[in-house]
């Protein structure tokens, strides 16, 4: 149960687009469709943005998308505003019934 | 509207014990696996323990296994985690989560609902 691997921070500036990516193993974000990411804002419980990869849950902006090659996710915002700032997780399925957590990732809006 | 009411966090010594709670209300309870993830301070998220909708099916983390148990009285609509033989490193805020659409405990579409979480302590 080793956590996923994912930038401790990235940045970018309004409008601009940028790519979080999170490192597994082939036990885990390799072997499973089952990615999901979370964003959350300091203070507040994590919200769900992208689930089985690349799947938006309803109410969830257009801007962010999800991909996998190999053993790496990776989340993408587009057009990034100020409101994207917050903390970033990812999470995997890793057999036998349990999670993964990737460290998070701090987003700046510069 | 789903919500998720953790309680029961507070203050306790080393090798104490603590019960949370989770009240689930606006879904039907029974249908979806429930998981619990702890937050500790100024750190990153950590998955703790899974059940199956029905209850039959807990998993647990390496870092719990054989100090806490999470259970769940459909009943009720409400979720549990016995936690035993604390210690420092289980300070953390406790979030309970809900599954967007699995009942069971070998799937994983997401944890789509979480409560405002619970801070537990462990010091002396």
């Known amino acids: 149960q080793s956590a996923l691997t994912q930038p401790a921070s990235v940045s970018g500036s309004p409008g601009q687009s940028i790519t979080i990516s999170c490192t597994g193993t082939?036990?885990?974000?390799?072997?499973?469709?089952?990615v999901s990411w979370y964003q959350q804002h300091p203070g507040k419980a994590p919200k769900l943005i992208i689930y089985?990869?690349?799947k938006r849950p309803s109410g969830v902006s257009t801007r962010f998308s999800g991909s996998k090659s190999a053993n790496t996710a990776s989340l993408t915002i587009s057009g990034l505003q100020a409101e994207d700032e917050a903390d970033y997780y990812c999470?995997?399925?890793?057999?036998?019934?349990?999670?993964?957590f990737g460290g998070g990732t701090k987003l700046t809006v510069l | 509207e789903v919500q998720l009411l953790e309680s029961g966090g507070g203050l306790v010594q080393p090798g104490g014990s603590l019960r949370l709670s989770c009240a689930a209300s606006?879904?039907?309870?029974?249908?979806?696996?429930m998981t619990w993830v702890r937050q500790p301070p100024g750190k990153g998220l950590e998955w703790v323990s899974v059940?199956?909708?029905?209850?039959?099916?807990?998993y647990y983390a390496d870092s719990v296994k054989g100090r806490f148990t999470m259970s769940r009285d459909n009943s009720k609509n409400a979720l549990y985690l016995q936690m035993d033989s604390l210690s420092a490193d289980d300070t953390a805020v406790y979030y309970c989560?809900?599954?967007?659409?699995?009942?069971?405990?070998?799937?994983?579409?997401?944890?789509?609902?979480w409560g405002q979480g619970t801070l537990v302590t462990v010091s002396s």
């Open positions: 089985e990869g690349s």
């Open positions: 606006g879904f039907t309870f029974s249908t979806y696996a």
């Open positions: 999470c995997s399925y890793a057999g036998r019934s349990t999670l993964v």
């Open positions: 989560a809900k599954d967007r659409s699995c009942s069971s405990t070998t799937c994983h579409n997401g944890l789509d609902s």
């Open positions: 059940i199956s909708g029905s209850g039959g099916s807990t």
């Open positions: 082939n036990s885990d974000v390799g072997l499973y469709n089952l």
